[in-house]
């Protein structure tokens, strides 16, 4: 379809220009039931790729007219990224992200002069300089995936708990109260990880304990390399409609790369089904149902007219109108992974990261929009 623009009003979550640490990206929001907005993120950090990346949560208690500034609510040796925030009802709140590991990318795979010229070789000899001084024994602690639990809406937070799957956006919580979580599974072994497969796991306790399900089969002549960053919505009937970001090889059978394949589940997760390539630009995926009925998926658009942009299905999810433009102003394709709360009018609510325009680190943005009428 053509691209068309829907009603939006922009405003910003978390700014800091000129802030050697203020970088912040990987967004999720959250909507608590008394309408309290949480946006979790990796922030405080340097540049796209750099060891400082924390989780970091901005609040509002005005339906996103004004927030608070960030606080780190974790902390680790390795680069904390790619934050979900979910909530289990009541004062109930989750947060997830994953810590990795630079070391990987830039002793095993050398890509230290790659960084130098996408960066500066002075911030990268910082970079190395800190991942020199790590220590096994002390890191490997701390890699994985993982969820932080909170019972005060935010306010403190309990013990982290190492989760077996990985995803931007986190699980999300069925209708008879367990959370599933679509991702890939996390090991350490970073090479691993990237071959491993899209898998669903279920916890009936808050997210103490998961019990992993079924594979989502690989399209045929494509890698596991190929499928990233998924997410996944119920519907009334406990259809289980997923997306996944798709890449890397997919090209050779025909795919788009940097787009998106659907795959469903009749049971609860058990199984699912052959993906089902969408062939429109735009990832990672986050869904959600409207309550109107239409499902709303928003993606990252990293074409010229970088910014967000939006599908929806009126059929639950057998066909999709899509490059529905939340915004196209973003300056350059560093931006994205946006997701979506209903607010109480029935408007839509995504927060994102982008720069803004002059600034050289992307900050947390939002748009409050409508569905066409």
């Known amino acids: 379809m053509k691209a068309q623009h829907l009603s939006a009003e922009h405003g910003i979550v978390c700014h800091l220009p000129g802030e050697e640490f203020g970088y912040f990206g990987w967004p999720s929001v959250g909507r608590l039931d008394d309408g309290k907005l949480l946006v979790a993120s990796s922030g405080l950090r340097s540049e796209h790729m750099c060891p400082w990346g924390k989780t970091v949560l901005n609040t509002s208690t005005d339906d996103g007219a004004t927030w608070s500034p960030p606080v780190a609510i974790h902390d680790s040796p390795l680069d904390d990224r790619d934050a979900g925030v979910v909530n289990l009802g009541g004062d109930n709140v989750i947060v997830t992200w994953a810590s990795v590991d630079l070391r990987y990318h830039f002793f095993e795979l050398d890509l230290r002069e790659a960084f130098e010229k996408m960066v500066s070789v002075e911030a990268v000899g910082k970079w190395v300089e800190y991942m020199e001084e790590l220590v096994d024994d002390e890191t490997k602690p701390h890699e994985g995936s993982w969820l932080l639990p909170s019972s005060d809406g935010g306010e403190t937070w309990g013990e982290k708990v190492k989760v077996p799957v990985y995803t931007p956006h986190g699980p999300i919580p069925l209708r008879n109260g367990d959370l599933l ?193």
């Open 181 to 373: 979580y679509l991702g890939k599974r996390y090991v350490i072994d970073r090479a691993e990880l990237d071959h491993g497969p899209v898998l669903s796991a279920r916890s009936a306790d808050n997210g103490r304990t998961w019990t992993e399900q079924g594979h989502v089969p690989k399209f045929p002549g494509t890698e596991k390399l190929s499928y990233a960053e998924p997410h996944v919505v119920e519907l009334p009937s406990g259809k289980l409609v997923g997306m996944i970001r798709v890449g890397g090889d997919s090209g050779k059978v025909g795919i788009l790369s940097f787009s998106m394949v659907q795959t469903e589940s009749e049971d609860g997760g058990e199984t699912w089904s052959m993906p089902r390539p969408l062939n429109f630009h735009g990832a990672p995926p986050h869904l959600i149902q409207h309550s109107s009925g239409a499902l709303v998926m928003i993606y990252g658009y990293r074409l010229v007219g970088f910014g967000q942009r939006v599908a929806l299905s009126y059929d639950e999810g057998a066909t999709w109108e899509y490059d529905w433009i939340v915004r196209d102003d973003g300056p350059d394709w560093d931006l994205g992974y946006p997701s979506t709360v209903e607010m109480a009018d029935g408007s839509l609510f995504s927060v994102y990261y982008q720069k803004v325009p002059g600034d050289h680190r992307p900050s947390l943005l939002y748009s409050r929009w409508q569905l066409p009428g």
